[in-house]
């Protein structure tokens, strides 16, 4: 806990040199962008309806749920455990909406958002192994090598990660690969549908996919035990805070949320396979 104390510190202090005040708060649209990691569905509007979504950068990217802006054609999706899927689906609903959201609502109010950015980055930056071993595992040796660059300009010119210099300056943007694409790359088909606690949507291929690579992520070897959990919570408090009303606009809109982010969930993940 204390190591992680000091790196939260050494982050808020290198990010406090180019923040400055904190930044203005104001509405926002629905965004998403092209990371397949989730943990659970998110939203920015409070109980009564009242908009409260993080005005962010012009660069904030929002990594969540980048599968609900696919508009491709519906994949018919083996889901024999839908009951219990639906029954998890449930319990991630309300887990982010009675402890998750107001969490990340009172995060969100005391940081400026270039250094929740610089939080997101630094973790996305401990995730490098994960997108360079499965480039190289599927052949794509030229993403491989974008990966390890990225990571080394990063960790050193982009203090640890905390910056994206390799993007900002150097024009190399990341690559996102998983153990799930790779067995995917491989003929390995998704298997079931599953709904994972915490996690959201998922299948028993990227089920797999997710425990290796969980084991590839520099987060793991840093920190051990409540440390390293600690860690993970802080990421994914960082992730909801920055999202930008996703979930809440699939519960307005969807008959079905659950059956709209099954299929888009599906089709998504064919298509990082396929492409």
Known sequence: MKKLFILFMVLALAVSGVSGDATTRAPASTAADENGSTVLILAATDDNGHDETTATPDDLENEELPWLD????????WDPLEPINRGTFWFNDKLYFYLLKPVARGYRWIMPDPLMLGISNFFSNLASPVRIINAGLQGKFADAGNELTRFGVNTTIGIGGLFDTAKDHFNLTKKEEDTGQTLGYYGIGPGPYLVLPFFGPSSFRDGIGLLADSRMVLTYYLWENRDY??????????????DRDTYEGVKKDALDPYLFIRDAWAQYRQNKVEN
């Open 70 to 77: 696919d508009d491709d054609e519906e994949l018919n999706v």
């Open 229 to 242: 959990w600690t860690a993970i919570v802080l990421e994914k408090v960082n992730q909801v805070a920055l």
